[in-house]
């Protein structure tokens, strides 16, 4: 879509009072384009902490912030006539969150993705993390960076608004060695792009991937399963897993199986074959080798696209990997932020990562942060 298209979609959808589809139970983003993000109390967590949901609004695109887990707790989009949807899956509250999230719309660390055992020698020096998911330590451990409160300040830049996210993860938290300060910027763009900057340092060596779990799905939250969004990503690789989604070291052709997504193909159209691994993940749930590599700055990775609506996603990272999930294991047992039921395939996450364990492969790219060195990471999300 272009800027002019989206501001006028945005300056239309707040004149007319038509904010949200009605699809989200909290009130929706209601920052005019291009002003500054406004904060309301959203939740008090066990121990009387104040949770805030931070809501922007940007070039058409609204989203809506927690502090908990820099949780991307709604993203409207309008559809091709203009009519808007919260296209992101997630709750209304801040229980639901704490308790049955699977990262619903959390920034993942300290590291993203699985530790095989939960374990990884660094300069000699072996570390155990929690297990939290069966033999492997999953997305930073029990209480990852999606578990814990930011610190979130608004700004405004030219045609830019934002919010940056501060977190300091302790040296030993979660068993990973280091002091970690952690910033993240998301930033709406002028032309209504969704832009994640993400930045660390660390007092020791330690490892890092940081990324995003926002559960996509472009027909609307809550509106049945995501088998009809046409998805490209330009990856020819991926890396095979074993069965507790470990990868085995290998660098895998996509051609002649259901990983091939360099053309554009529905994301049902193959998952159902009975390939042993789509059955080890229950459908798709693994990392993409991207073809461009690291990149100084965001190259284009993906398209998605969602046929009765009419929205598009373009992601573009610096990441050499993604992780492409198809929501497997959501599975009927609650209801989302609309109120309907969440069931497998009804949302499909696009993180944009270093492959998963790479701290126990040495031929993958390293994810070793060390003091003086600045880890960086850019992930862009444009709609149409
Ligand atoms: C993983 C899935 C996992 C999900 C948790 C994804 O990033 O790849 O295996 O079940 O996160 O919600």
């Known amino acids: 879509m272009t800027t002019s298209r989206r501001t006028l979609l945005a300056a239309t959808a707040t004149t007319a009072g038509t904010l949200a589809a009605g699809l989200s139970a909290a009130p929706a983003a209601h920052a005019a384009p291009g002003r500054r993000p406004a904060r309301e109390f959203f939740g008090r967590l066990a121990d009387g902490t104040r949770v805030d949901r931070w809501t922007l609004a940007n070039g058409g695109t609204r989203m809506a912030v927690l502090s908990y887990g820099g949780i991307v ?12 949807a ?9 229980e639901d969150y704490v308790a049955l999230s699977p990262y619903f719309g959390a920034l993942i660390g300290r590291y ?9 020698t660094l300069d000699g020096t072996a570390y155990q993390l929690p297990l939290n998911n069966g033999p492997n ?21 030219g045609p830019d608004v934002g919010l940056t996210l501060r977190y300091v993860s302790g040296d030993g938290e979660m068993g990973y060695p280091g002091a970690l300060s952690v910033r993240v910027d998301y930033t709406l763009t002028g032309g209504g792009d969704w832009r994640i900057d993400y930045r660390a ?19 609307g939250e809550g509106s049945g ?4 969004h046409e998805l490209r990503i ?30 554009s193909k529905p994301i049902g159209a193959d998952i159902r074959v009975s390939h042993p691994q789509v059955l080890f993940g229950q459908g798709i749930d693994h990392n ?38 198809s929501g497997n294991f959501l599975d009927g047992s609650f209801a989302g932020t609309s109120g309907r039921v969440y069931r497998q395939g009804d949302g499909f996450c696009l993180e944009t990562q270093h492959y998963p364990d790479s701290p126990n492969h040495p031929s993958f790219p390293t994810t070793v942060l060390r003091p003086g060195e600045t880890y960086r990471s850019t992930t862009v999300h444009s709609f149409a």
């Open 288 to 325: 993409f080798v991207l073809d461009k590599g690291i990149t100084r700055t965001p190259d284009n990775i993906v398209t998605v696209h969602e046929p009765r609506s009419g929205r598009t996603m373009r992601i573009a990272t610096t990441e050499p990997g993604l992780q492409f999930y």
């Open 137 to 157: 330590s999953l997305h930073g451990g029990t209480q990852g960076f999606d578990k814990r409160v930011w610190d979130v300040e608004p700004f405004v830049s």
């Open 234 to 263: 330009a990856a020819a690789r991926y890396t095979p897993v074993d069965a507790t989604l470990i990868p085995t070291g290998e660098l895998a052709p996509v051609a002649g199986t259901p990983f091939d997504f360099r053309r």
């Open 112 to 120: 993203g993705n699985r530790i095989a055992g939960g374990t990884f």
């Open 86 to 94: 919260n296209v992101s899956l997630g709750f209304d509250n801040l």
């Open 73 to 84: 707790q709604s993203l409207e989009l309008p559809d091709l006539r203009g009519r808007y």
């Open 201 to 219: 340092t660390t007092t020791r060596p330690t490892v890092v991937n940081l990324t995003s779990h926002v559960y996509f799905n472009l027909a």
């Open 225 to 228: 399963d995501v088998y009809d």
